[in-house]
């Protein structure tokens, strides 16, 4: 089976810089994702990597080290509305398994 | 508009009561699933469907039933509901069967008594 670990919690401050990171184990694997959730909200997705390497999309960016079965999420700049829970996910044929989310906190 | 909407978005039902949450995409995406989440526990799959007709168990899959007969709907069916099913409920799409961008709808918050 898979499974995967993130922190619980990551606070932080306006401004600065985060990483959220996760690792996995898995039977197979066909790359991980990264959702924002905001309190009472859906999940949206942010951003999948299949190969090694650093994906940025604006404030974020996602990396992957394959053989390390590690990746992590990067937001820079950060606001208040990043405030929110992230989570990875990875597939398991073509079940999709998440990890249980990361709550950040960001103040001012 | 592209979205994946559910209904409804809140039920509080009791204990056997028969229940479907109906889950529709206009998006013509392949990929379907149903996830329900709890707090600490993340989101757990409980059925995904790969195309119409194909559907296959998540991680969470006892209490629950689906069905894939048009590829724009995937309605998610508790036979006979127990308090423990209690949870938030998501269902999603994606434009491939590989699933790893998934569109979400709103929720649906179900309480059973």
Redesign the interface.
Known sequence: GQSLEQPSEVTAVEGAIVQINCTYQTSGF??L?W?QQHDG?????LS?NALDGLEETGRFSSFLSRSDSYGYLLLQELQMKDSASY?C?V?D?????????TTLSVSS | EAQVTQNPRYLITVTGKKLTVTCSQNMNHEYMSWYRQDPGLGLRQIYYSMNVEVTDKGDVPEGYKVSRKEKRNFPLILESPSPNQTSLYFCASSRTSGGFEQFFGPGTRLTVL
């Open positions: 066909y790359g994702s959702y909200g859906a999940p949206t997705f999948y989570f996910a597939r044929g073509g079940a999709l398994i998440f990890g249980k989310g």
